[in-house]
């Protein structure tokens, strides 16, 4: 395909993409409304998650940590200061989010804020960590996770506690959450074909080799991890401002490995197939509700079983890892030349096939 | 703060800080030869505790015939992972078989809350872990005395099985350079076996005493002492047993002392581990006892 396609194409679908957004908004029920939002939510974590794991090869548990910084920096300025009062009866929220609350047109405000709040926490984590070889950044973004959790349980001032924050306002409109999502894979899958995102490719393969070649490793771990931190809190604010609560228990691992496995199966180094596996994994999601529901087999009763759908995904995580490790994508992108590529083969005839067979023997 | 409640302190933290070390040891051991973190490391831990708990309410067995069983189980169910989930991705990129070891932790807990289920259970421990003993108006928990002494038992087991048998000659080798002892004709799967039974046992072993001390356990219990025992791991210096041991002691004081003499921070005291964690990345990565490790081209 002309090079000089691809662009107007581009933005062509996308509008097309938006219309369709902005009619799911007014003609859908408020379910299905949820599910998308989701997904799109799923596609801004996930996306970002696979830039350190996928394109950088860095093993990093990060992510429910930083969506959760992220929800919490949301939640606290755009609460309305009537709410909070009603919501910290533990003890008072600290000043100065007890005094104010920003208005719903300065929503896109506290999402940056929240990408900047998580991707400080990013540079926190990534510094000591980063500059070793090995898997120390797993261990301490593991940790990281699990203190979060403690932390939002214990400084009930500012995260009221176990409880949670309740009454967000609901700003979360699809035309957020898949602007953002569309807005986080044309950043990402630029960066990834950049000069700095061949620098992090490198490092994926060999990083002793990388560093022989003259890339600074430390600088571009630490840029694809705080890139990653970053989107990750943005997802953490929309989540919260989507099913208007936010409380610890929200970001446990589980969420991080809801994303590690829309990575592996979306296939680890592909931004494009991240973004299709978490709209697919949010559907599927949904879907696997029944498995945890009372089943009724005409005379036999089957009581529901909690927890049965974790064991569904981690069982599809391993078997993934041990038989179909390259996922849906592998490491290439969908792109128009993929796709056409697609469209090419099914169209090519005998005499084409022969050609290529000849091609191959010379 | 008196000198009779400093002792029972330091006590219970040399009681905690050795069940850190039985179970950091397991990390280290399976990090020094396959360079992998083993993520289902700690659920063996928590799998160890429930199969003593079912042995001795369900099948009625005495005491010390449950433990030994009990460990016995917890060995094979390490090797199994290692089989199952390991094995196959030996000459795979790193990051597969670390994302399958979380897989695999994330299935035991899960298959755990679906077949054990969620809620705590009781855990029955025997007499002499629960009886208060008065030494010299120090009041000390038969716990505080016997997981210290149980686990260097244990441990000096371990030294004998590495530095005295051929088994544990070939684990130190590999450990050293596994190309070169595969050359050998040392078979390496075999040993990776044997090491990734040793370090269930020993978790499983940990598992039973720390139901002794905490006796409510449930299918999550495991995350937080077998991450706090990892990092106890790289504190120690990773790679190194006698280095774990000590990271898990020092872990395991530290955390009583700072509940003992700030009441206050109790809430806090998983964070702490977190900030010694970060503290020795940035200051002394190799841990106390680590040397650096020579990096292959």
């Given at each position: 395909m002309k090079r000089e396609w691809r662009m107007p194409l581009t933005i062509l679908s996308i509008a097309i993409f938006a219309l369709f957004i902005w009619w799911a908004q007014n003609h859908l029920n408020a379910y299905y409304i949820r599910v998308l939002s989701t997904a799109a939510i799923y596609i801004v974590a996930a996306v970002a998650y696979n830039l350190i794991n996928g394109v950088t090869g860095q093993f990093s548990l990060g992510p429910n940590g930083f969506m959760a910084l992220g929800g919490f920096t949301v939640a606290l300025l755009v609460l309305p200061v009537s709410q909070k009062q009603i919501v910290y009866f533990l003890q008072p929220l600290i000043w100065p989010f007890n005094s104010f609350s920003l208005p719903q047109s300065l929503f896109i405000v506290a999402l940056l804020l929240a990408g900047i709040v998580a991707a400080i926490g990013g540079i926190i984590i990534g510094f000591p960590t980063l500059r070793l070889k090995g898997d120390y950044l797993a261990i301490a973004t593991f940790g990281f996770g699990e203190i979060i959790f403690v932390l939002a349980n214990n400084l009930i001032s500012i995260t009221n506690g176990a409880l949670g924050i309740k009454?967000?306002?609901?700003?979360?409109?699809l035309m957020w959450t898949w602007g953002w999502a569309i807005f986080s894979i044309i950043v990402v899958s630029n960066l990834a074909k950049s000069s700095y995102g061949r620098a992090m490719k490198a490092i994926r393969e060999d990083e002793i080799a990388a560093e022989a070649m003259g890339i600074n490793v430390f600088f571009h771990k630490m840029l694809a991890f705080t890139v990653s931190a970053f989107f990750a809190g943005v997802a953490g604010g929309l989540l919260a401002t989507l099913i208007t609560t936010v409380s610890p228990s929200l970001f446990m691992f589980t969420m991080t490995f809801n994303l590690l496995i829309i990575i592996v199966l979306g296939g680890l180094g592909s931004i494009t197939g991240s973004a299709i596996t978490a709209v697919l994994f949010a559907f599927l999601q949904e879907l696997l509700r029944t498995v945890e529901a009372p089943i009724q087999l005409g005379p036999i009763h089957l009581p529901g079983v909690a927890g049965m759908r974790m064991v569904v995904f981690s069982l599809l995580l391993i078997l993934a890892m041990l038989?179909?490790?390259?996922?849906?994508f592998g490491r290439k992108e969908l792109s128009w030349d993929l796709i056409l590529s697609i469209f090419e083969r099914k169209g090519e005839g005998v005499g084409t096939t022969w050609k290529k067979e000849k091609m191959k023997l010379s | 703060m008196d000198i009779q409640s400093f002792i029972q302190q330091l006590l219970n933290g040399i009681s905690l800080g050795s069940l850190y070390a039985l179970i950091a040891i397991g990390y280290t051991m399976v990090y020094g030869i396959?360079?992998?973190?083993?993520?289902a490391h700690g659920d063996v831990f928590m799998l160890g505790t429930y199969f003593a708990f079912y042995l001795v309410m369900i099948f009625m067995l005495p005491w010390w015939l449950s433990a030994t069983l009990a460990i016995a189980l917890s060995a094979i169910v390490g090797m199994l992972i290692d089989r199952v989930a390991y094995r196959p991705l030996r000459s795979a990129p790193r990051i597969s078989a670390l994302i399958t070891a979380v897989g695999v932790s994330f299935f035991l807990e899960n298959a755990g809350i679906v077949v054990l289920g969620a809620r705590p259970k009781g855990f029955p421990r025997p007499e002499f872990m629960s009886h208060t003993y008065n030494l010299g108006g120090a009041y000390i928990t038969g716990v505080s005395i016997w997981v210290p002494v149980i686990s260097v038992i244990l441990l000096l087991v371990l030294f004998y099985v590495i530095y005295r048998t051929k088994i544990g000659m070939a684990m130190r080798a590999v450990a050293t350079d596994m190309e070169t002892t595969r050359l050998m004709g040392v078979d390496l799967d075999r040993v990776i076996s044997y090491t990734f039974a040793i370090g269930s046992a020993l978790a499983a072993a940990g598992g039973i005493m720390w139901a002794c001390k905490y006796p409510q356990i449930n299918p999550l219990m495991g995350i937080f002492p077998g991450w706090k025992a990892f990092t106890a791991a790289v504190v120690g210096g990773i790679g190194n047993i006698l280095g774990a041991t000590i990271g898990g002691l020092v872990i395991g004081i530290i955390e009583i002392m700072i509940v003992a003499f700030f009441p206050a921070l109790s809430g806090y005291k998983d964070a702490f581990v977190f900030v010694i964690l970060i503290i020795f990345l940035l200051v002394k990565p190799t841990g106390i006892l680590g040397e650096t490790l020579k990096e292959k081209v």
């Open positions: 009454g967000i306002p609901e700003y979360s409109t038989f179909y490790r390259r996922g849906l | 396959l360079r992998l973190i083993n993520f």
